[in-house]
């Protein structure tokens, strides 16, 4: 079975992230960047698809030359090869526009599984999953939390707020799957040593048959129209309890318009 996995470089979430003024988008220069944690999950499921049914595992990311870092963890943890669609006409696209250049860098691969995390730290939509199946026109299986294959056919475990629906599709589909599904495997020394040797090929957004018109932050779908930083914290409010602290509280919260 030959499997795609999407995996997006993110600013690190425990940085202190700001917008650029020039653009509005995220400075994400000014932080470190890392593999979005959820992905991480998605490169492991494929993984354990892998040794149980054979096949391959190819790792696909849209970004900047220093996406290259977070390809080569995925190799290290044991992908066979990657794919990195690099161009500056696709920077500052929004999750419309990333969907239809992902889908066409997809088209050049072979695969039966599309798989994919439920969203991303940077964002947080959780749409990447639909809107690949419908560029893509496959099944998408969504929300999984365990997944079981057999052949063509694919069952997995939706993950809901009253338990679980089994859903079924067959291949070729795109599959989410939510952290819940497994524990990332961390990189062997092995792993890294032989990350350095396996392809990493590079695709402009010619390569992919990407429609430039179609891409970047001139003709983004969402932007952001004005932004201010946030003002400092400012110092809390001591209520003395002196038999009426309750009365004080009360006070308090129905000045703020709470109660």
Request: glycine content about 8%; hydrophobic content about 45%; aromatic content about 4%.
């Amino acid at each position: 079975m030959n499997i795609v996995v999407l995996v997006k470089q993110v600013p690190d979430t425990w940085a202190e992230k700001k917008l650029d003024p020039s653009d509005s988008t995220v400075d994400r220069a000014s932080v470190d960047a890392v593999m979005n944690e959820m992905d991480e999950y998605a490169v492991e499921e494929a993984l354990k698809i892998k040794e149980a049914h054979g096949g391959e595992v190819t790792v696909l990311t849209m970004g900047p030359n220093r996406a290259v870092e977070m390809l080569r963890k995925a190799l290290s943890m044991g992908v066979d090869k990657a794919v990195h669609l690099v161009d500056d006409a696709l920077e500052g696209s929004c999750a419309i526009q990333s969907s239809y250049a992902l889908a066409q860098a997809i088209g050049t691969l072979s695969y039966d599984l599309v798989l994919l995390s439920a969203e991303s730290s940077d964002a947080r939509m959780g749409v990447m999953p639909a809107l690949l199946a419908e560029r893509l026109g496959v099944p998408q299986l969504s929300d999984a939390r365990k997944v079981d294959v057999d052949g063509s056919k694919v069952v997995i475990e939706r993950m809901t707020d009253y338990g679980h629906d089994k859903v079924e599709a067959s291949t070729p589909l795109v599959l989410g799957v939510v952290e819940k599904i497994n524990e990332p495997r961390y990189p062997s020394f092995k792993g890294i040593m032989a990350a350095k040797k396996k392809p990493l090929t590079t695709l402009t957004a010619a390569d992919a048959g990407i429609d430039t018109g179609r891409v970047g932050l001139a003709t983004a779908t969402s932007s952001v129209e004005s932004f201010t930083a946030a003002p400092p914290r400012a110092a809390g409010q001591v209520v003395k309890d002196e038999g009426d602290g309750g009365v004080k509280l009360a006070d308090f919260f129905a000045a703020q318009k709470l109660i």
